[in-house]
């Protein structure tokens, strides 16, 4: 399962979200902008919170940097032909 939270107006949830989708991958999307409870639950467990994030619920992963989410998404996602 996985999970991603963001925000519309920033470029790297959105290139995250395009990936997920390039490679038709089933997420909970959680829309957490600013003054939002989500984002604010957030911000009590990660101290330094950065958007966009990755939870791969099943191999406990959390990730932040839209670049190692992309990639983590191929290596671990993506079907051999």
Do not use: A, W
């Amino acid at each position: 399962m996985l999970e991603l939270f963001h925000f519309e107006d920033c470029p790297n949830c959105g290139k995250v979200r395009r990936k997920l989708e390039e490679l038709d991958l089933t997420y909970i999307s959680h829309p957490s902008p600013r003054g939002s409870v989500k984002r604010e639950f957030l911000g009590r467990f990660v101290p330094e919170l950065q958007f966009p994030l990755l939870v791969d619920v099943e191999k406990n992963i959390f990730m932040f940097d839209s670049d190692d989410i992309c990639q983590y998404l191929e290596k671990t996602y993506v079907k051999s032909k």
